[in-house]
């Protein structure tokens, strides 16, 4: 099933999620409803809140549905090392057309839970590392507009006032 993608500033976007203690058919069933509703919008990465749902719950895949093998469930994600710096453009499914650069680490090590309550460990590198932040500062309530200077912050802010009002937002 599609889910309702929440927009900014929806205030459930800045609510931390809830650590997820139940792994049943309900969380899995959750979990599929976001890969859908994440490929249905071109998306790379979707966390809760943006179905408007304060739980630790994320979902990444860069290919976009195509590698089956880059489909990744991340419950009560946390990062536990960083490395290196990196400052690329990144996009948001809850900041329609608004793409911004933002300064994040080169490289992090998670460790998180699958959809059956398994801890693992991943690294990643890149687009891969910008995701995992990305998606676990949602997990926090922290939207990437709060990544970027004042300057840019402002300028995004009043590109989204001006699309409210054009009722395109
Ligand atoms: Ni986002």
Redesign the pocket.
Known sequence: MILKIVKYPDPVLQQPGEPVTEFNDELRQFVADMFETMYASQGI???AQ?VGVAKRVTVIDLSQGKDPEQKLTLINPEVIFREGRQYEEEG????PEIREKVVRAFKVRVRAQDANGNWFEMDGEELLSRAFQ??ID?LDGI??IFRMSALKRNLNLRKIRKMQSEGAW
């Open positions: 990465g979707l966390a943006q948001c499914l809850s900041f990305h998606e949602h939207l990437f």
